[in-house]
């Protein structure tokens, strides 16, 4: 970084000061054409709200202020999730230092570090934001984000004089000769908690948009004589999300990450750029995804799992040895014991699949448990609906259901029972038992087939 101004004064660890968090979440986001709220669009399966919230909690804030439009509970509650997170509505939108004093009273209540951060720029890791903080432990009134790049239209720059930075100005109220400058504002801020509320309160709507902006705060320090800071980050990690497209990219370099970290840990992604993951899934070791997967959220996968081709999980538990698929899908609530066995086409929901059990063909096992060993075979469904509620199947360790046989709900079928193919079970069947329940086969002696007349 080539404009950075050293602060003085004595360094205290970060570890030893409070850090509020003051995230801006008030954004319609017109551009995104949608009814949901632009920071509650996901990525990798999370409000991208949620990633900054986790990500300023990571480095450290223990008290988050999130400012949001007025009434939008939807909003509110993905807020509510965070311990020490509390909202504030911004009822004018009169720009981005407006916005930070709508959450005053979380201001006045006093922080040693206040991080000024953005709902809808979802990349930045918690190690930026503690690196965008720690100038203020040095003595530092200021700190502000920053990148080079090559093409710096439509942000605001970064000025410089002297190695010591005087201000930040907007593109539209730039001059020609500051247009020039490829050192740009990527929005965030660090603001000593000292100085926050009286440089805040001082910003005034002097310029082009008749706004109040949050980047008027280095031009009041410095001309305070107060210490700024700039503090370098990666363009492509301090890139906001205003449209779907930008949001692709956003998805796409979550993606690479959580990629990356699946196979530093010990799983073998066979191609790497199709398998799609959560925020939260969880891999063991020795773990083979084939190409195609998509991991919804709440999926943890043990230890030697294979997860063949076009399978989708979602809310899903694999123990140690558990294969699954092609084309399988794990719903939520479904929980694989050890060497488990789910096949092709075959869907389960809520159903608990014993160590040993398979189910390996065009089968639907809902609301059920499938006991130690036992085999459905092909077409097995559990037929669990009756169009009101939902009624539970229970079979037995070692049985076996031969194929295309359907298990009316609520059913039992006992420890190594047999059900014979084709049938439809609607009464229990007693352990060690055969069931059928198909109508007898009847052969017509001198059928012929029609013909046209």
């Given at each position: ?52 919230l986790a990500s300023v909690a990571e480095a450290g804030a223990v008290r988050l202020a999130v400012v ?128 926050a509320l009286g440089i805040l309160e001082r910003i005034g709507n002097a310029n082009a948009a008749g ?243």
């Open positions: 970084m080539t404009a950075t101004q050293k602060p003085t004064g004595t360094s205290e660890p970060a570890g030893t000061r409070s850090l509020l968090a003051v995230v801006l979440a008030a954004g319609k986001g017109t551009r995104m054409r949608s009814a949901l709220p632009k920071v509650l669009h996901p990525i990798a399966g999370r409000p991208m709200l949620a990633h900054v949001v439009e007025p009434g939008r509970d939807d909003v509110a509650r993905v807020v509510a999730a965070f311990p020490g997170a509390e909202t504030f509505s911004q009822e004018e939108r009169l720009g981005t230092a407006h916005a930070v004093l709508a959450a005053r009273r979380a201001l006045t209540e006093g922080a040693d570090d206040v991080v000024v951060a953005f709902g809808d720029t979802p990349l930045i890791a918690p190690e930026t934001y503690a690196r965008l903080r720690a100038p203020l432990a040095d003595g530092a009134a200021v700190a502000v984000l920053a990148f080079e790049s090559p093409n710096p239209t439509g942000y605001g720059r970064v000025l410089v004089e002297d190695g010591r930075v005087t201000a930040i100005r907007e593109e539209k109220d730039a001059s020609e000769a500051e247009r020039r400058v490829t050192l740009c504002n990527a929005g965030l801020m660090a603001l000593s908690g000292a100085h706004e109040y902006y949050l980047p008027d705060a280095v031009a009041l320090a410095v001309a305070d004589g107060l210490p700024v800071a700039v503090v370098p980050v990666a363009e492509a990690e301090a890139q906001g999300v205003n449209d779907r497209v930008q949001l692709s990219v956003a998805e796409a370099a979550v993606q690479a990450t959580l990629r990356r970290r699946a196979m530093l840990a010990g799983a073998t992604l066979i191609a790497p750029e199709t398998v799609f993951f959560s925020h939260d899934t969880v891999l063991g070791r020795d773990v083979v995804v084939e190409p195609h997967v998509v991991f919804g959220p709440g999926v943890v996968v043990g230890d030697r799992c294979t997860i063949h081709a076009f399978s989708h999980l979602e809310r899903a538990r694999l123990a140690a040895g558990v294969q699954i698929g092609p084309y399988a899908r794990l719903r939520p609530g479904a929980v694989l014991e050890e060497g488990a066995r789910i096949g092709n086409f075959v869907e389960v929901k809520n159903a608990a699949i014993k160590a040993g059990a398979k189910v390996n063909h065009l089968s639907y096992v809902g609301d059920a448990e499938v006991g130690e060993g036992a085999n459905l075979g092909a077409g097995t469904i559990t037929c669990n609906y009756d169009g009101v509620n939902k009624h539970r199947t229970v079979i037995g360790a070692g049985a076996f259901v031969g194929s295309n046989s359907a298990l009316v709900a609520p059913v039992t079928v006992g420890a190594g029972a047999f059900v014979g193919s084709g049938s439809v079970i609607t009464d229990d069947v007693p352990p060690g038992t055969l069931a059928i329940g198909r109508g007898r086969q009847v052969v017509k002696a001198g059928w012929a087939k029609p013909t046209k007349t």
